[in-house]
């Protein structure tokens, strides 16, 4: 079935649009309904735009707590009738409300491989842990960050010159591979 997407980011949204490009391109059977940024200055806004999706705005700072601020966020989800929400670079925790509304239906990337090395500045703890491999992860979410059952990770080596610029560079290629992939997965066993 032809999955109708929410994605989730907070920034550049590279890996945004690479879903977008894998559908223009035919390979990934699904829809971007809508993409939703707690950041008003994301990047990704503008990429969205540029291929034509509705692009908006929930700006956390404008609401009491989390839980108003996640009841608009479902409120936009599901009135783009999205099946499936897909958090693209979304640097913020996702809480009961949001997780609730789209249990088992929501997916994250994250630049290692989990479970190791959660959190911020993935690259930067393998590169530290003198890692010899890193890679990337898709995983649904579940209450705990970066964790949850994995759907597909893809291994890159850590060279020995690498600095944080160049391993998240080789890293996200395989991301930019992998996200699109995983939902082309979901889409066929939906
Ligand atoms: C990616 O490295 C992703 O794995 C992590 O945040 C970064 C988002 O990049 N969760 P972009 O906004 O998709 O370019």
């Keep these: 079935m032809t999955l109708a997407l929410g994605v989730l980011i907070s920034g550049r949204g590279s890996n945004l649009e690479a879903v977008l490009a894998a559908i223009k391109a035919g390979q990934l059977d699904a829809r971007v309904a809508v993409v939703l940024s707690n950041n008003p200055d994301a990047k990704g806004l503008d990429v ?49 409300t949001l997780l609730a509304a789209y249990k088992n239906r929501m997916i994250n990337i994250h630049p290692s491989l989990l479970p190791e090395y959660k959190g911020l500045d993935a690259q930067k703890q393998a590169l530290e842990a003198g890692a010899t491999h890193s890679g990337c992860t898709v995983h649904i979410v579940t209450s705990k960050m970066d964790d949850g059952p994995i759907l597909g990770q893809v291994t890159v080596p850590v060279l020995e010159n690498d600095t944080v610029e160049t391993l998240s560079h080789r890293i996200l290629v395989e991301e930019h591979q992998l996200l699109p992939r995983v939902i082309q997965k979901l889409s066929m066993m939906n």
């Design 48 to 96: 969205a735009r540029e291929y034509g999706i509705t692009a908006i705005v929930v700006d956390p700072q404008l609401y009491p707590d989390r839980l108003r601020y996640e009841l608009e966020v479902v409120a936009h989800l599901k009135s783009h009738q999205v099946d499936w929400v897909v958090l693209a670079g979304y640097m913020k925790l996702v809480g009961k």
